[in-house]
């Protein structure tokens, strides 16, 4: 080993680029690795002081020593990454966009990633995944008792951002692989980091670990059986973690404010898929801490696109599930149970409300019934969709899907209803970018029936169909564009669908009227759809049978609806016309 400083460091810079580049030599030559580590530590800081927070100053050689120590700490995460199989956060998936016969094979999986992926995920297999992910609790364990325990304390605030960046790439199952008091320092480290320390570095690693630990199903389990048991949401290590970065949303650092909106918005995901699915009785107690989570993200819309992007993720995730009635039906609690949150709650700020780690008792027992909040994230999205980058238009586009899915949420009844359903009209219709085309054409696809869709039924079927029939003719902007046009079509495929199974629930003669007008193009289309679905080329997979009969089913309402349409209106040859279709692929 080289005893100068910036041999070594380039050495180590090298090492990390080899470990990214081919994870799987790091698992086979972990100990010779952790060796290589374990020396330039010790040469590069034989002394590391015990309890500093603000040390940022030192002569060239402590800022070579320090450069040293947080390349080969780099190197430690980059091969600790690649033994747990760490490839990004735990998927929080939105499965009523995906489960559709026609975009399911080409629409693909939202991931949010905190880190570069490790190797190449079309040739890492399964089993070697879930080897690497059993073994790599060993190493963490080797890790923080050699080196982080050391590191996370330093004086150093790069070797501390650093030792921090080191939890970011851990996983559930590594994690879940540690000893109970390995685990505890993970989880008290990484919160003291962001609390604590003063460097802005250090809060956003920390921010940005909590992100990534808060997507493991086991944290909302745990937190959900502490909530059941003690009733007191904030006391869990999930009301920590949004304690930690509630705070951190407010740091003057924009790079801070990133983080932690981005680990916000995780935390808002991991709550909305375990009210959904696992605990749908544990809202009621969490109220307080929902109304300050949507506080905290609508004071980020306000913020730079970065930012907003992560503030409309968070206030998506949560819109699915607040109540917009009462809560007089869940498990039996009273209506005074819930009763609307109290004014002082609504005018004070979201930190207030963790006072000494408890919920003031005027919040303690709260609803977010209160139409004002509602009003308030429709205001933040229309605002975010017209000021906001590609990126923030996407989320908004995903927001509303969620929202559109609240079961307590009456759109008919909302004055705001139109202006939504025209701002997603006119993204699908005028957006350069595919992606939010896509996400827009779902979007309208996600309310049930023709009253959902209110007055705005018949502008969401003349809109949808414009765009399809004139599919061809758009011009794309990007190469880009081209691996998105297939999904983009699929999509409108279901959701034009769709509204034609509704089409014969309405009354509106306009809507009748211009369907007759545009009978040709639907037939025509219909038909191709029908050819495409009557035989099924691999009759021998299960899973492909089941694709061409649920396609087969949507198509059917569509023509039943339409058939019904033009015998309503009289036109018994055109009606006859989408009956032989439909007996087509019976």
């Known amino acids: 080993m080289s005893t100068s400083p910036t041999i ?15 994870p799987k030599i790091v698992v086979a030559c972990w100990e010779h690795v952790f060796a290589i580590v374990h020396s330039h530590m010790e040469v590069a800081s034989p002394e590391v002081p015990t309890s500093p927070r603000r040390g940022l100053s030192g002569n060239s050689i402590r800022v070579n020593g320090e450069k040293v120590i947080a390349a080969a700490i780099k190197v430690l995460d980059d091969c600790l990454r690649a033994l747990s199989g760490f490839k990004g956060t735990e998927d929080l ?107 802005p570095s250090v809060r956003s690693a920390a921010c940005r670990a909590i992100g990534v ?11 959900c059986r502490y909530l059941l048991n003690a009733n007191n949401f904030s006391a869990g290590i999930l009301g920590s973690f949004v304690k930690a970065v509630e705070t951190n949303t407010q740091n003057s650092v924009v790079s801070v404010r990133i983080t932690a909106s981005w680990a916000l918005a995780n935390i808002c995901e991991s709550l909305h898929r375990w009210f959904n699915d696992v605990h749908p009785e544990c809202f009621v107690e969490t109220n307080a801490r929902v109304v300050a989570l949507i506080e905290c993200a609508l004071r980020l819309t306000n913020d730079g696109d970065k930012v907003k992007s992560n503030a409309v993720r968070a206030l998506g995730a949560l819109s699915k599930y607040v109540r917009c009635r009462d809560l007089s039906g869940i498990q039996g609690k009273p209506v005074e149970y819930a009763v609307s949150y109290s004014t002082n709650c609504i005018q004070g700020s979201a930190s207030s409300t963790w006072t000494n780690n408890r919920l003031p008792e005027t919040c303690t027992a709260t609803s977010v019934g209160d139409s004002r909040w509602l009003e308030k ?25 969620n929202l559109f899915r609240n079961e307590t949420l009456s759109l008919k009844d909302e004055d ?9 009209l006119l993204l ?9 085309r896509i996400q827009a054409a779902a979007a309208l696809a996600v309310p049930e029936s023709v009253l959902d869709y209110g007055r705005s039924f018949t502008d969401v079927v003349k809109g949808v169909e414009h765009v399809l029939e004139n599919l061809d003719s758009y011009q794309m902007s990007a190469p880009s564009s081209f691996k998105y046009r297939s999904a983009l079509e699929k999509q409108l495929t279901i959701t034009m669908l769709h509204v034609l199974h509704l089409a014969s629930s309405s009354d509106h003669q306009p809507l009748k009227d211009f369907i007759v007008k545009k009978a040709s193009f639907l037939e025509e289309w219909l038909k191709g759809l029908c050819s495409s679905v009557k035989d099924i080329s691999a009759p021998t997979e299960i899973e492909s049978v089941n694709t061409v009969n649920q396609k087969k089913e949507v198509i059917s309402k569509a023509l039943r609806s339409l ?23 019976q």
């Open 563 to 585: 058939t019904e349409v033009f015998e309503g209106m009289n036109h018994h040859a055109t009606a006859q016309k989408f009956e032989v279709l439909y007996q087509s692929i």
């Open 428 to 436: 699908l219709r005028d957006s350069s970018n595919f992606k939010i």
């Open 377 to 401: 994230i429709v205001q933040a999205f229309l605002s975010c969709v017209t000021t906001g980058n590609v990126k923030v238009q996407w989320n908004v586009c995903h927001a509303l899907s």
């Open 213 to 223: 630990i808060t997507c493991f199903p086991e944290i909302c389990r745990r937190q």
């Open 93 to 199: 998936l939105d499965d009523k966009l995906l489960d559709t016969p026609f975009t399911s094979d080409c629409i693909r999986e939202k991931k949010i990633f905190s880190a570069p992926s490790c190797g190449d995920e079309a040739s890492d297999d399964y089993k070697d995944d879930q080897r690497t992910s059993q073994s790599g609790g060993d190493q963490w364990e080797q890790a923080i008792n050699k080196f982080l325990r050391r590191t996370l304390r330093h004086s150093s605030h790069v070797v501390r951002a650093a030792s921090v960046t080191c939890f970011a790439g851990i996983t559930s199952s590594a994690f879940y692989s540690l000893k109970k008091q390995h685990q505890d320092f993970v989880l008290s480290s990484t919160i003291y980091a962001a609390v604590e320390d003063v460097v």
């Open 416 to 424: 705001w209803a139109p202006s939504v359903f025209s701002i997603l």
């Open 8 to 22: 070594s460091f380039e050495a180590l810079q090298a090492l990390r680029a080899l470990s990214h580049s081919y």
